[in-house]
T-cell receptor
């Protein structure tokens, strides 16, 4: 079974700073996907960024980028030029590659990120 | 709006009540999921439906009864719940993997309080 661990329950930074959220996972699979989701106070879970394990290049989406270290099973999220609207719970998630059936996401415990003005 | 709609947004029910949560998606996704989100715990997968067939029941107590009449609608019927069942219940949908792993599209959840 896969497990996802986020070791930082809470983080707080000033607006415009850069912050990195940590995530490690455990799996025996070789082909999989990793995701970061954001859950603001509105409760809506929003996909921030995803990474295919077979791709060595780290994914980026505007101010969001990841540091994917497959051998170390590490998948950290970097938020540059942080904004007040980035305040939210952030969840790291793992999905095994499977071409049959539904996709199952396994989530970490989450990191509560607060951006201070 | 993400395309996945959950109702009601909030629900307070007594332990002897029967209520239902509803989830609806019009994204053309074939799989739908129920997750339970409790404070300070990872999201717990409860049920998985693929093409309206249940493919996973993650050891969920029988007081939770899912129903998936078609690929666009998913219900969670609740009866004789316990206070520890109070949580945010999230519905999600996804497309088949061969079209790319886009992850889930989530609804906004139903905040359930059992009194």
């Amino acid at each position: 079974a896969q497990t996802v661990t986020q070791s930082q329950p809470e983080m707080s930074v000033q607006e415009a700073e850069t912050v990195t959220l940590s995530c490690t996972y455990d799996t025996s699979e070789n082909n999989y996907y990793l995701f970061w989701y954001k859950q603001p106070p509105s409760r809506q879970m929003i996909l921030v960024i995803r990474q295919e394990a077979y791709k060595q290049q780290n994914a980026t989406e505007n101010r969001f980028s990841v540091n994917f270290q497959k051998a170390a099973k590490s998948f950290s999220l970097k938020i540059s030029d942080s904004q007040l609207g980035d305040t939210a719970m952030y969840f790291c998630a793992f999905m095994k590659l499977s071409f049959q059936g539904a996709q199952k996401l396994v989530f970490g415990q989450g990191t509560r990120l607060t951006i201070n003005p | 709006e993400t395309g996945v709609t959950q109702t009601p947004r909030h629900l307070v029910m007594g332990m002897t009540n029967k209520k239902s949560l509803k989830c609806e998606q019009h994204l053309g996704h074939n799989a739908m999921y129920w997750y339970k989100q409790s404070a300070k715990k990872p999201l717990e997968l409860m049920f998985v439906y693929n093409f309206k067939e249940q493919t996973e029941n993650n050891s969920v107590p029988s007081r939770f009864s899912p129903e998936c009449p078609n690929s666009s609608h998913l219900f969670l019927h609740l009866h004789t719940l316990q206070p520890e069942d109070s949580a945010l219940y999230l519905c999600a949908s996804s497309q088949e993997m061969r079209r790319g792993a886009e992850g889930y599209t989530f609804g906004s959840g139903t905040r359930l309080t059992v009194v």
